[in-house]
């Protein structure tokens, strides 16, 4: 079952602006996580956020969760070119699980 | 280098021939897990294992069989491989080290093309 959908499907922005991404989800969670993925390529974890926390920083990297929504954000501030690949969040099956559901990600391009 | 392997990184095969693809993971994790990609459908995961002898179906099971005999090894069978397992597949490990276990680490992907 497809637990995270993040919004938008693609997006497009020059180099030095930011990019959001939003990630949405239907039921509760332990954690929140989002990865990237260059183009063809293996999947690299990014950032984590824990269902107690709301806001998590890393380098340019800025993620927000919002419980009550059901909802995340990924922004990345100060876009460069070597940001563009796909980006994905995935969620946990709960508590002690290790299983994670991805969504079908965001495509970021970042045009020089 | 902690890394996650699979093998082999490209495969063209025929309806119905029977085929393998191998993953290893150097890091002692516990958990590995089997993911196929398709466009549009973002990444499903087939089939995890939370430890060596146990295993348990993921969300598209069908088709596929796995075993983990050791830690380090969860290969992927496909016994009567079919066109629409034409896909981009990775295999995952993470760690049950407390704050280490929510991370999975990604092996490069085998890209199956089944005619």
């Known amino acids: 079952s497809q637990q995270g959908e993040e919004d938008p499907q693609a997006l497009s922005i020059q180099e030095g602006e930011n990019a959001t991404m939003n990630c949405s989800y239907k039921t509760s969670i332990n954690n929140l996580q989002w990865y990237r993925q260059n183009s063809g390529r293996g999947l690299v974890h990014l950032i984590l956020i824990r269902s107690n926390e709301r806001e998590k920083h890393s380098g340019r990297l800025r993620v927000t969760l919002d419980t009550s929504k059901k909802s995340s954000s990924l922004l990345i501030t100060a876009s460069r070119a070597a940001d563009t690949a796909s980006y994905f969040c995935?969620?946990?099956?709960?508590?002690?699980?290790?299983?994670?559901?991805f969504g079908k990600g965001t495509k970021l391009s970042v045009i020089p | 280098e902690a890394q996650v392997t699979q093998n082999p990184r490209y495969l063209i095969t025929v309806t119905g021939k029977k085929l393998t693809v191998t993953c290893s993971q150097n890091?002692?994790?516990?958990?590995m897990s089997w993911y196929r990609q398709d466009p549009g459908l973002g990444l499903r995961q087939i089939y995890y294992?939370?430890?060596?002898?146990?295993?348990d179906k993921g969300d598209v099971p069908e088709g596929y069989k796995v075993s983990r005999k050791e830690k380090r090894n969860f290969p992927l069978i496909l016994e009567s491989p079919s066109p629409n397992q034409t896909s981009l597949y990775f295999c995952?490990?993470?760690?049950?080290?407390?704050?280490?276990?929510?991370?999975?680490?990604f092996g490069p992907g085998t890209r199956l093309t089944v005619l």
């Open positions: 995952a490990s993470s760690s049950k080290t407390s704050g280490r276990r929510d991370t999975q680490y």
């Open positions: 995935a969620t946990d099956a709960g508590a002690g699980s290790y299983q994670l559901t």
């Open positions: 890091m002692n994790h516990e958990y």
């Open positions: 294992s939370m430890n060596v002898e146990v295993t």
